[in-house]
């Protein structure tokens, strides 16, 4: 059983930081791209940023500059550093993992409960 689990996340004053880790737990083969998702009240859940196994990351337009997404590969982690926060940046951020559970499963998409990242004006 594979589990993600996020921390980090809490109310922070506009301009201030925050790093989001997320941990990927369990049997499994091995984990290729993972990423951080958000949701802000009815709103739909859009992504933030994602890295591949090689490093290679992909961010929102909305976050570029403020945001840095990094993993470390062996022990199953994924970051968020979030620097320039803003009150939009408001939401419930989710990890997010593309795991095979075997070698011979095809890889699928898992999801952390989410933290809620909370920005004040």
């Known amino acids: 059983q594979v589990q993600l689990v996020e921390s980090g996340g809490g109310l922070v004053q506009a301009g201030g930081s925050l790093r989001l880790s997320c941990a990927a737990s369990g049997n499994f083969f091995s984990i290729n791209a993972m990423g951080w998702y958000r949701q802000a009240p009815g709103k739909q859940r859009d992504m933030v940023a994602t890295i591949t196994s090689g490093g290679s990351t992909n961010y929102a337009d909305s976050i570029q500059g403020r945001f840095t997404i990094s993993r470390d590969n062996a022990k199953n982690m994924v970051y968020l550093q979030m620097n320039s926060l803003k009150p939009e940046d408001t939401a419930v951020y989710y990890c997010?993992?593309?795991?095979?559970?075997?070698?011979?499963?095809?890889?699928?998409?898992?999801w952390g409960q989410g933290t809620q990242v909370t920005v004040s004006s």
């Open positions: 997010n993992a593309v795991i095979s559970a075997r070698n011979w499963a095809v890889a699928r998409p898992y």
